[in-house]
């Protein structure tokens, strides 16, 4: 048998009690955590239900809130939203612990202080479109009139002011006026409502890189306007692809759904002016960080001739990457002006790679057949210090240029030419010249024209007086007295 210390029954302090104080405390938490409204108050809220007539919203009050479900059901008779989505309206009434909430206030006509408590709550409104001018629309909001101006419409630029015709759309009152004679509208302050919490999304997207999607709104010549929500941002035509663009309107529609990555947003004091800087391309993978793997040095490539400059042709050897034909590499044995006379935009062609260079991103590219290249045994055609004939092809400020055979040119430097040739050569000169060095790398042939010549005749001049020289030193070594004899015989005589 127990004793008493261990019998609930006998002791003083009842545990049920404290139960009771606990829950009376907890109560009182609670009620100190419920949210209490007012008319005009915007609320958000789960749906917790859904009835025939109307949708349940816990907003954290202490009842349940109740939205109509027509506002939900879309133009094909749908309805838009499911238990536990999240709905946001405003307070339009409560009486009886019933509190109804709306996108906006509308229904049958009401008098002039409801819609002086909703210029002042900010409370959006409904009212049908009973006309329309240049200025603006002429609107009925519950027995009222009143003109929603046209550069309130709508944040973007309203073409036709006609579309809105006997339509029913939610405003905000801006202003009221003369007892309720002059009301002014605007859409613009709905639109904005829910671009802060749009372009925050388009902030943070900027640090992730996130792929978001929207909706070309327009089509420029230098991009595409995208509709992202109710904001718009622009993708400029050097970021619609990696690849180069041209005509935009050949790729893409108005309406078409694209994907994009956010570059930038420059925030305006009115949000809807903010600068929003849209990519493409950079949804996919730069194509540079791999061309290694899929082009390399000596490969032959079929590509397409993608535009012409003066200095040569661009030609796309994978999606994305471009290489250059210079001019110097269209063609064997004739010397090209212009890339037009060897290729056309839009043209197959076959190149062969000559270098890569993924850091400056270019890929240098020749026409020319490399079996067919004349410098290939070049040193055995053309040996260092051998004369060889060759045509002057055309004179420049510091020489000549001498074709020596078909696709390969000399230089001819006024200095290594005697001075009675540096003016007497014309184009089109039968010449003999001497090959004096070649650079295989560079391409380049240094000549001369009787130089060598010149240089022989000195030489032997040289050796000849070298060679007098030491035949007196020597003489004059063998014997130095008939020398000093002959010398003193001359002097005698020309004193007599």
């Known amino acids: 048998m127990l004793d008493k210390n261990h019998d609930s029954f006998f002791d003083e302090d009842n545990s049920e009690g404290k139960k009771s104080d606990e829950l009376m405390k907890m109560l009182d938490g609670y009620d100190k955590k419920i949210k209490n409204y007012a008319k005009g108050d915007k609320v958000s809220g789960k749906i917790t239900r859904i009835g025939s007539d109307y949708l349940y919203i816990d907003t954290g009050a202490k009842n349940e809130a109740l939205m109509k479900v027509s506002e939900f059901v879309d133009a094909q008779g749908a309805l838009s939203v499911k238990v536990d989505d999240e709905v946001s309206g405003f307070i339009v009434s409560q009486s009886a612990g019933e509190t109804i909430v709306s996108k906006s206030l509308g229904g049958q006509s009401v008098g002039i202080q409801t819609l002086l408590d909703a210029l002042n ?83 943070d997207a900027v640090k992730t890189h996130a792929v978001l999607k929207g909706k070309i709104s327009k089509i420029a010549e230098f991009g595409l306007f995208v509709q992202s929500g109710d904001l718009e941002g622009l993708v400029h035509i050097s970021e619609v692809s990696w690849e180069r663009a041209h005509n935009l309107s050949d790729s893409f529609t108005v309406g078409q759904e694209v994907e994009f990555v956010v570059l930038k947003v420059e925030r305006k004091e009115q949000l809807r002016s903010s600068k929003i800087s849209l990519s493409i391309k950079q949804v996919f993978d730069d194509p540079w960080t791999k061309v290694s793997q899929n082009v390399s040095v000596g490969q032959s490539i079929d590509g397409k001739v993608t535009r012409l400059a003066d200095f040569g042709a661009f030609v796309e050897v994978i999606p994305g990457v471009e290489g250059l034909v210079h001019v110097s590499e269209m063609a064997w044995g004739r010397r090209v002006h212009h890339p037009s006379e060897v290729v056309k935009a839009g043209q197959m062609v076959k190149v062969t790679v000559l270098a890569i260079d993924e850091n400056k991103k270019s890929v240098s590219l020749t026409l020319k057949d490399v079996a067919d290249d004349p410098w290939n045994g070049i040193e055995e055609k053309l040996a260092v210090g051998a004369d060889v004939a060759g045509t002057v092809a055309k004179k420049a400020k510091f020489g000549y240029f001498i074709d020596l055979a078909q696709g390969i040119t000399g230089l001819l430097v006024f200095a290594n030419m005697t001075a009675d040739k540096k003016d007497s050569l014309k184009p089109g000169d039968e010449v003999t010249v001497q090959v004096e060095s070649i650079d295989i790398e560079s391409r380049r042939i240094s000549l001369s024209m009787g130089v060598s010549e010149v240089k022989k005749e000195s030489e032997e001049t040289k050796q000849y007086l070298k060679e007098q020289k030491a035949k007196a030193e020597k003489k004059t070594a063998e014997s130095p007295s008939t020398a000093f004899g002959d010398a003193l015989k001359a002097a005698l005589k020309n004193k007599k």
């Open 121 to 203: 709550n900010r409370m959006p409104v409904q009212g049908k479109v009973t006309g329309v001018s240049k200025a603006g629309l002429n609107v009925k909001v519950m027995g009222h009139r009143a003109f929603c101006p046209v550069s309130q419409i709508d944040v973007k630029f309203t073409a036709d002011v006609n579309e809105y015709l006997n339509k029913t759309l939610d405003f905000v009152i801006t202003r009221i006026t003369e007892g309720g004679k002059n009301i002014v509208l605007s859409r613009i302050p709905l639109f904005e409502a829910g671009m802060e919490e749009q372009l925050k999304k388009l902030e």
